[in-house]
């Protein structure tokens, strides 16, 4: 006779519409923060995944599809990055591949919730292995104040943020992409996550469009990331000079996902997306 | 007050611990055919849905992607391609695809079941649209049978099939592989869907190594592709000769997803992708 299980599930309502279940041995951290709902939960099909106000921000199986895309398109295609920022991403799946790059100096992390910090460091130890190299500096504050207050200082931000709801939306904003134009160095370059061309089309487009408004150079990539609506999931750029879609060298450690050549093969978009961006979708 | 609607889903089962839901407004068509049960949904996210035994096949909204994907790839790739046959695919996607290119002479399709064929026809008519195109021939029958009667005949055979259960799990192996090849003139190539390498990494690498086996020259390809599982699907091609990753003409017509810039792109795969069909994940 077979095993019986409990019949035990978390849902994410990725929109009004459409909602993805994963099947849950066990919850293992489920509260409020100052700042959104944290669980954690033990699924049989991803492994381990933390959930943010509801949506699904990592999971062990697929996070380093995302986190390979928002590290190493900017740390291969900047002549230098030494000092670099990462705003949000408390889970320290970004700041793990970042330090893979020898160039690199000093990263700081930016997360307004010390509490995914902690939850990252406790449940996802794959995830949040590096956060205590001597490269990183951890600061739990407002990533908007922080950025605020430096100038011409970083050569690559990494806006590795939650949807752009509540406390982030102002992450996808012409003001803070301009705040982040002035914290740049010479040849600075910043990428943002972007969500889906399929469930938020607007907001792909507002994203590139007002970053455009700031940036001289703007493109957008793509890639694969199953446990985010729809799998498909852009990732926009804002450069002062250097070309984002010309890798310059190879990540000199194991990836998963990312390589040389996928690097230039993630520019190439979809014809829906490049018209989208065109703003001739429908025509 | 807002306006109250009825709280109607419907689920797959992506795998046995993952469910996709997707909140509809209609029941169009609920029955079982000769083969296999085919439901059509109206729903808020996607527009109308098609699912074969519980597994959706198309929607309004993304099919472009997938169908662009199995037509083009081969069509743009092959020197000549002028007789064609698709296996399964009963809804019409991928022939309305085929016919854009003018080098067709005859393009059979060949699905078990002709309800899916009439039920594309009533409720899919932007998929349907080309069914009585003067170069389609349809034949509802058994595609294995179909193909082991011709040998030398057709220029590309396009895998349009379900998931390999039941009927459907002979179009993944060897011999049907082998059938196709002697079907197939000189220059002649074969493309087939082969799941998702999240999801179904066993069924990717076994379709790879079966049709290696038969082929040879073997490559795969990658699309997003939003309503099956993970969003990240894979086509794999066996070519007596061409090479699949190099377009020799554009689309002469609109197309939504495929460009040739994204035909190359579409063969870089990821790294754990590259290290599956190796044998050497984990490693």
Redesign the interface.
Known sequence: MEKRVADL?V?EYQ?????????IKEVLCNKDTPYQHLLVVD????GKVMLLDGAIQITE??E??YHEMMAHILMCSHPNPRRVLVVGGGDGGTVREVVKHPSLEKVYLVDIDEEVINASRRYFPSVSCELDNEKVEIKPMDAIQFIKERKDFFDIVIVDSTDPVDFAEGLFKRDFYSDVFHALRQDGMMIAQTE?P??EADIVKDAYNEMSKVFPIVKMC?????TYP???WTYTIGSKGPDPAKPLRDVPAK?????R??H???F?????VV?LLKGEEGK
């Open positions: 599930w849902t929109t009004k519409n459409m909602r993805l279940g994963l099947r699924t049989l099909e991803y199986k697929d380093f599809t889906s399929f469930a793509w890639g694969a990331m199953p729809t799998g498909m990836t998963k996902y990312y390589s050549s996928l230039e093969a993630s190439v978009l979809p014809g829906f018209q």
